[in-house]
């Protein structure tokens, strides 16, 4: 509420002047399109803060007041940062996360070296939640269209997104013809994202854009996006509705990188997308790739999606996901039947594809290896450090 009365003193008074846009106040707690995920990110922010508040002695109540100052401290700031709002929502979800880094600090002593068989029960835990995040993310990323009419329109001025010049001559879907305005079969939609009918736009190109921006965009009656295909930079985007949206998560997409270098403004070029298998292909022209999809690494995505880092730093997240999830299990691992069977959960969550997932990566793998060795290095110097103090 002091966020909130500073902000409408601050653009009453400047805002005539012109010297400041009026900020707006958002008093609710989960906002937005993609508000769970926002509210999980900000959670996750301030437990660190809660974890070094803790390490130097400050615990309790006074220590979760100092992080929800500290968010009302940021949130203030977001007055005088253009395209920024002070939101309820997030001062509530920091605080929230200092006290559970308060929490996790009072709890990690007993979890960081339990006795050997609730240490081996502990990674057979670890496992299983593994298998349901893995199994979640598998069911949140699978399309969700809407039962009623859909209509579909060539590069829309869309908000938040790029305008494209370019120009759509024709999109068909198998056998129907895509036309700006007219109503669709939902059916025949999900049929391209289930069933493999191939989704074909032929395009004059335009001049590359700085961002996200749609050829062909396909809506429901409420004009929620279900299907978006166009450039983002040089890269094809592929992007459909999924279930994630109905819990209000992120949404990631599917990229063809590189794939708008082989053409130039003017050039005629025909984009195809189709399931093949567990992934799909997507292909501008000669430009092609029939292993994109989602893997269980792809988790993170549907807590926050930035859509321009480079190829690499999506191959460290992927990995780094699939190394958080594996770490208790080395954490907790001892040679125990609860750890071999923990072990085998392992296997089996990243050696037999979920249902609407892809093989999991090279990348992934190792990144699950490496999750495993930390955690039994940390095991490793819990022990030793209980030793020395013995």
Known sequence: MLAAAVASILAATLTPAGTLLEPEFTGCLVCGARGVSDAIVNVILFAPLGIA??????????????GGMLSCGVEFAQIFI?????????VVANTLGAAAGQAIFQVAGRWLLPPARVAARLS???????????????????????????????TPDLPDLEWYRGRVLRAKLGPIDVRPGRPLDPDAVRGLLLEGVP???????????????????????????????????????FRYRPRAARWRLDQPDLRLRQAFTSVRPGDTARITIRRQGRGVCLALN???R?????????????????????????????????????FPIGLWARRRP?????????????????????????????????????GRMLQAWRRAVSARHA
């Open 338 to 374: 609860e750890t071999a069977l923990a072990l085998a959960l392992l296997a089996v969550a990243l050696f037999v594809p979920f249902t609407g997932l892809i093989h999991t990566p090279p990348h992934q793998l190792v990144g699950a290896g490496s999750g495993l060795v930390l």
């Open 82 to 90: 253009p395209g920024r709002d002070p939101s309820l929502g997030d």
């Open 124 to 154: 057979l835990l670890a496992a299983g939640l593994m298998l349901v995040v893995f199994s979640a993310t598998a069911r949140l990323l699978e399309p969700s269209l809407p039962a009623g009419a859909l209509r579909a329109w060539y």
């Open 53 to 66: 508040l803790a390490l130097h002695g400050r615990v309790g109540r006074r220590a979760v007041l100092l």
């Open 286 to 288: 000669r430009v092609a």
């Open 199 to 237: 989704l074909r736009i032929d395009v004059t190109t335009g001049e590359a854009v700085g961002g996200l921006a749609p050829l062909l965009a396909i809506e429901d009656e409420d004009h929620r996006e279900s299907v978006l295909v166009g450039p983002d930079r040089e890269d094809l985007v």
């Open 290 to 326: 029939c292993d994109v999809g989602n893997s269980v690494g792809r988790g993170w995505a549907l807590l926050y999606y930035p859509r321009h880092l480079p190829v690499w730093a999506y191959t460290l997240l992927e990995a780094g996901w699939v190394a958080g999830l594996a």
